[in-house]
């Protein structure tokens, strides 16, 4: 009785689970993917060079803080470099599965990133450096969970939880500030 009705009683559309099952080419983007595809790869993009640049500027200060006192901040600066990585990953992953192609283009890293990446030489000059990228961070991810809002729940899933780890972030190199 139930196969009559193309919507299962429970509110599930039976004809797009099997419309979901016949374009197996277009892996996870189903065609009842409700976001803009285009415009959230771009986003993501941006948000994977951000992420890249802060992979750079947090390595640039660990190998480069120097001195015996230093030594938590240095081991803070290889842990946020580790996580900025891994968002980074996350986010180029995100994009192949949106069908996009995620852009690790070096040449263009500084003109799409959020983030600015800093050369200091003095270890207050890095965390205040850190913080306002971490900041930034933060705004940005908020501002893109905002536009995509619930048209593509895995992306939003993968952006909070990245925003997470940037409010932690921002919250150790406070605490780092003298």
Known sequence: ????NPTHPAGIDREAIREAARN?????????YKGDREAVIKM???????ELVCV????????TVSGLQNGPIKAEFLEHATQEQEHADSLAERIV???????????????RSH???DASDDVQAMIKANLIAE????????QMIEQIGDTD???RHLLISIMAVEEEHADDMRDLLE
């Open 135 to 142: 900041r930034v961070a933060i705004e940005s991810y908020r």
């Open 24 to 32: 197996m080419l277009d892996g996870p983007v189903t065609a009842g």
């Open 153 to 155: 729940p895995t992306t």
């Open 115 to 117: 983030a600015e990446y």
């Open 44 to 50: 993501l993009n941006d948000a994977l060079a951000t």
């Open 97 to 111: 599965q949106l069908n996009g192609q995620p852009d690790f283009n070096p040449a263009t890293l500084l003109a």
């Open 1 to 4: 009785m139930a196969e009559s």
């Open 56 to 63: 750079l500027r947090y390595k640039r200060h660990y190998y």
